[in-house]
């Protein structure tokens, strides 16, 4: 798809709506599709590799230049005039080297943004390895198994988002046994341990991991 971010009309800031790059009509797709500019003095009566798609009166004078950066064609800057011959040969080195400039400068805000993405997912990715070892080391503190399964729920929270979490140990090949449940939101239990414990037991998925012994 062909996106306009940067569209003025006789001065003025418009809204063009997106176009299959493909477009058969459009010269700006034409430019990027073969990366090759084209210029014209008198539009209506050259020679053209597309119709063209007409906003309001033709113009007459266009030239349209596609942003290179090491051979991959970014996108095309295109102006054009009412008037006949109204560009240069100038005018289009100069269109040819702000081309450059702004594919260069498109590379670099993409770089940009990716490296700002790199870091926001380091910052996570730090942030979760220091809870981490903190639950670990809450964890390690006690060898009550008690309070190792209370402390697992809270340091939990401090590494996973969650509502509810519960925590089952087998007791046997077809029982479990509910060592601790724990709600962020400080809400009670809507079943007894009992009743959790046979739906979970009954659930697919604890019929799953008990018999793949992987996790779901």
């Not at 060592?179 to 962020?184: H, M, N, Q, S």
Request: proline content about 6%.
């Amino acid at each position: 798809v062909l996106t306009f971010p940067c569209f003025t009309l006789y001065g003025k800031t418009a809204v063009m709506t997106p176009i299959p790059l493909m477009n058969g009509d459009s010269l700006s797709a034409w430019v990027i599709a073969n990366g090759l500019p084209y210029i014209t003095g008198d539009w209506q009566n050259d020679d053209k590799p597309v119709p063209g798609m007409p906003l309001g009166e033709l113009p007459s004078s266009i030239m349209c230049v596609p942003l290179l950066l090491n051979d991959v064609v970014l996108g095309a800057v295109c102006v054009q005039s009412d008037h006949k011959f109204a560009f240069t040969d100038e005018d289009f080195e100069i269109l040819t080297a702000v081309a450059k400039y702004l594919a260069s400068a498109i590379e670099n805000a993409q770089k940009y943004v990716h490296v700002k993405s790199l870091v926001a997912k380091g910052t996570r990715d730090y942030q979760s390895a220091v809870a981490l070892r903190q639950a670990i080391s809450m964890i390690s503190s006690t060898l009550e198994k008690k309070s190792i399964v209370n402390y697992l729920l809270l340091a939990l929270d401090s590494v996973i988002t969650y509502d509810t979490a519960f925590l089952f140990l087998w007791e046997g090949k077809h029982s479990i046994k509910l060592a601790a449940g724990r709600d962020t939101l400080n809400r009670p239990l809507d079943q007894s341990p009992e009743q959790l414990e046979e739906i979970w037991k009954n659930s697919p998925i604890f019929k799953t991991i008990q018999e793949n012994k992987e996790p779901l």
